[in-house]
């Protein structure tokens, strides 16, 4: 089986965050969404705000509206603070210099896979441990690490291989390895 792709920057997004809990990528995501629109209408209240102080004839607004958007800035800030290598503008310069422009090909079969990308490397399954997938990518792991070998389930081009890849996978990494 030969395959041979390209990593989107949506598949690097979810490679690299594959190790978060459901809990803390729901929060990295919505916090890297709120950051832009929180700090536009953060700013706008606060010019509003200031202008019903000079002019008494401008709009009521709450003073307390200026504060909670401020507020809900700051959790998103200081959250994404937490996580600053998992972050998407971060993760997306790593994308454009490491892989956007890198094409690879890898031939699959029972002995191994060969995959060329800079370097023309040969593997055998006796190298991984254990198969698992996400959403758009299939991880060929060694020991606990899902980095080894990542291959975008798009790549495969259709469910038949797919399903043929994971059984080739399956048995090579964990029925052939039983006693």
């Not at 390209?6 to 809990?23: F, P």
């Not at 690490?145 to 090579?172: C, H, M, N, T």
Request: net charge positive; hydrophobic share 45%.
């Amino acid at each position: 089986m030969r395959i041979e792709f390209k990593y989107r920057l949506d598949e690097w997004l979810e490679w690299k965050r594959a190790n978060l809990s459901a809990v803390r990528l729901f929060l990295l995501e919505t916090a890297e969404a709120a950051e832009i629109p929180l700090s536009i209408l953060s700013s706008s209240s606060i010019v509003i705000f200031l202008i019903r102080y000079w002019n008494s004839s401008a709009p009521m607004m709450s003073g307390w509206v200026p504060g909670i958007l401020l507020t809900l800035l700051a959790i998103a800030e200081l959250y994404l603070s937490r996580v600053p290598d998992l972050r998407k503008k971060v993760l997306k310069k790593e994308w454009k210099r490491w892989c956007a422009r890198l094409e690879y090909k890898l031939d699959i079969n029972e002995n191994g896979i060969v995959f060329n990308s800079i370097h023309c490397n040969r593997t055998t399954w006796n190298r991984y441990t254990r198969v698992f997938q996400t959403k758009r990518l299939l991880m060929l792991c060694e020991g606990d690490r899902p980095d080894v070998l990542v291959i975008p389930k798009r790549a495969l081009g259709s469910k038949e291989r797919l399903d043929e890849f994971l059984e080739l996978a399956y048995r090579k990494t964990v029925l052939e390895r039983c006693p």
